[in-house]
């Protein structure tokens, strides 16, 4: 297999690792600007999040201690049995503030659902330790002479003096007592006794105001749409010029590209148009050369065979006239190789099929071609160049191989492959051939040899449609020249 062959074969394969990634340039940017939006704005919230979890933090362990401190110091100072009945009065149960209930409509919300329309907050989960500040803030406003101990509420039927909690946190403790966590604090106090107050708070989490996410998908919005619009005037003109460089190598008279956009596209557009002007004046300047060549190449040829027919000796008129015709097929390929593209052919819907039964017909009293397949569609490009193309790679099938085989497979791009049983050419000669008046005969002998142009000039065709013209050597003997033509997509 040719690299050509190769690189082909693994495009499928590198397409397959990569279908969850956009192949175009517009899609890359796209999805890179808002991955780095959405990672961005991921970042910042964590960052907010962990701001106000510290501030909440703070505030609500400020909160608590001073009313522990406060409790304490009025408990420290009354006697046994004063303690004991405020203790009894501070720790009768108290109903959590009443709040309205949701609406009616409210489905059910889960424990985990961070995201509650419903809630004055949304929580980002975030590590702190609540209970290690807790007690050090405690241990600070009591003094070392008390004991602080803070553990989780294991039994909630336990008496305890319940202290109130934030206000921010009413709401979210009110609709959803399930989820809340509570804490013990147990102080022990200089004499020996001790008291216990508990703590209900919700579970870990920053407190983030709610119409944060609104403007949070707003903001990703507006980058995403200001993102399109930035990406399209990029890859708009990209997409435009890749467009004319393709025709440049179909169409010999390319439009000129619009030098708008910002100011790197405009300076490529208009490198490219600079080129494009030079490209027209030497195809031009090109066809009056071929022009006159062909003329002044022609008239003295003919003059030749006017004198050859004046000859009395048939022997040496019919060695001449052999010598003229072939030197006439010489020009004549010679000068259909310098044209090139410069044909004014169209490019039209050709029947592949069709084209290919009036090749065979041509071939017909040698009985020794054969085809195989079908195009599936017509194939646009520009038929009498196709037609010279694929008779000549028939010809020499059957000049060099006795017989043709033509195999026609047509599975999104278009590949005709053209066997012979021939002896194949050497491996180093593969891509020589394709060279202009090279051949592996030595000979002049137009049956045996050619000019040497027929391979070059169906190379060339095959580029100007966008395709491509490889040679192999098959395996059981004979050769393959394989032409893949792209259908536009």
Do not use: C
């Not at 297999?1 to 074969?9: F, H, K, T, V």
């Not at 395996?475 to 893949?484: I, N, Q, S, V």
């Amino acid at each position: 297999m040719s690299s050509a062959s190769a690189s082909q074969a693994s495009e499928p394969a590198n397409s397959a690792r990569l279908t969850l990634w956009p192949q175009s340039l517009f899609g890359r940017l796209i999805a890179v600007s808002v991955l780095a939006v959405v990672l961005a704005q991921a970042v910042g919230l964590v960052l907010i999040a962990r701001e106000r979890e510290t501030f909440v933090l703070q505030s609500s362990v400020r909160e608590w201690t001073r009313r522990i401190a406060e409790t304490v110091q009025m408990l420290a100072a009354l006697g046994p049995a004063e303690r004991a009945a405020a203790v009894a009065q501070l720790a009768a149960p108290r109903a959590v503030p009443s709040l309205p209930p949701p609406p009616a409509d409210d489905p059910p919300r889960s424990a985990h659902n961070l995201l509650d329309p419903h809630r004055a907050f949304v929580r980002v989960p975030l590590l702190t330790d609540f209970e290690q500040t807790l007690r050090e803030h405690v241990q600070a406003a009591l003094g070392s002479s008390y004991g602080v101990a803070i553990e989780r509420t294991l039994d909630p039927s336990r008496p305890a003096i319940a202290l109130p909690v934030p206000f921010y946190e009413a709401r979210e403790l009110a609709a959803h007592q399930e989820t809340a966590q509570r804490y013990d604090v147990a102080v022990r106090f200089p004499d020996g006794g001790s008291e216990v107050f508990r703590i209900t708070r919700m579970p870990g989490g920053a407190p983030l105001p709610r119409n944060l996410r609104v403007n949070l998908t707003l903001l990703v919005l507006i980058l995403v749409i200001a993102l399109y619009v930035t990406a399209r005037s990029i890859t708009r003109p990209l997409s435009a010029l890749a467009r004319a460089a393709d025709s440049v190598g179909r169409d010999a008279r390319p439009e000129r590209l619009p030098e708008v956009g910002a100011r790197e596209l405009r300076d490529a557009a208009r490198a490219f148009n600079t080129m494009q002007d030079r490209l027209r004046r030497y195809l031009d300047s090109r066809s009056r050369v071929l022009a006159a060549m062909s003329h002044d190449l022609k008239t003295p040829l003919t003059r030749l065979r006017l004198q050859v027919e004046t000859l009395d000796d048939p022997a040496l008129q019919a060695r001449i006239g052999k010598e003229l015709t072939e030197m006439e097929l010489m020009v004549r390929e010679a000068l259909s190789l310098f044209r090139g593209l410069d044909d004014g052919e169209p490019a039209v819907p050709v029947e592949v099929n069709e084209l290919l039964a009036g090749i065979v017909q041509q071939f017909a009293d040698m009985g020794a071609v054969t085809v195989s397949g079908r195009a599936l569609a017509p194939f646009t490009g520009k038929a009498q160049a196709l037609k010279r193309l694929l008779t000549n790679l028939i010809s020499n099938a059957i000049n060099f191989g006795s017989r043709a085989t033509v195999l026609v497979e047509d599975n999104g791009d278009l590949v005709i492959r053209v066997r012979d049983q021939g002896p194949g050419i050497p491996e180093g000669e593969l891509e020589r051939v394709f060279e202009p008046f090279h051949r592996l005969e030595q000979s002049r002998n137009r049956d045996s040899g050619g000019t040497g142009l027929g391979l070059t000039i169906a190379r060339d065709i095959a580029q100007a449609h966008g395709g491509t013209l490889v040679l192999t050597n098959l395996p059981g003997g004979g050769l393959e020249a394989a032409l893949r033509l792209p259908r536009r997509r």
